[in-house]
């Protein structure tokens, strides 16, 4: 017998013993069934699609002032007295409570998830949020900030910290009503 044969023999052992005494893991997969939306049409989903609506509408194409938000980094604050705020997120003193992933998104899919993230900071009382729209071809880079100035719930934006995405993110801070 080889001695490669015999290492693989005695490997081959050596890890039936290590595995003595494990059992099999179960298959515990769910499968659901497809719920019909006619059928699923409730007062609470009616209200929050009308809550992401009324945050949408802020969103437009209207009145864009070209270059804008042609400052590196992008940076935003709604009045002057958050001024502090604003110094706070751009040291990066901030972490967000909740992600949203633009990647992939049409414009008007972006503005949609845009109103739904805010309404649900607002639900969950979540004041930090982290905004990553990516490279890309720079369209929802440079739409982004300009939805997001737009909004009255939002206090202040700045260009996300190095370990968030730098560039290629925006860290939000949203007011959250009582």
Known sequence: ???NNQDII????????????TREIVQDTIFHSRVHKKNNT???SKRLM?????HSHY???????????????????RHDSAYNILKNLQAGKY???IFLDLHGLTQYQAQQALAELITTCQKEKFFCAHVMHG?????LKK????????????IAFHQAPKFFGSDAAIIVIIEIHS
Do not use: C
């Open 135 to 139: 490279y890309g071809k720079n369209i």
């Open 50 to 54: 009308f809550e992401q609506n009324a």
């Open 143 to 154: 739409q982004t900030p300009f939805w997001l100035s737009q909004h009255p719930d939002i």
């Open 1 to 3: 017998m080889n001695k």
């Open 42 to 44: 409730n007062i609470i």
């Open 59 to 77: 969103f437009s194409y209207r009145n864009q002032k070209k270059n804008l938000f042609k400052d590196n980094p992008v940076s935003y604050i």
């Open 10 to 21: 005695n490997s081959k052992n050596l890890f039936r013993k290590w595995l003595n005494g």
């Open 95 to 97: 972490d967000p409570d």
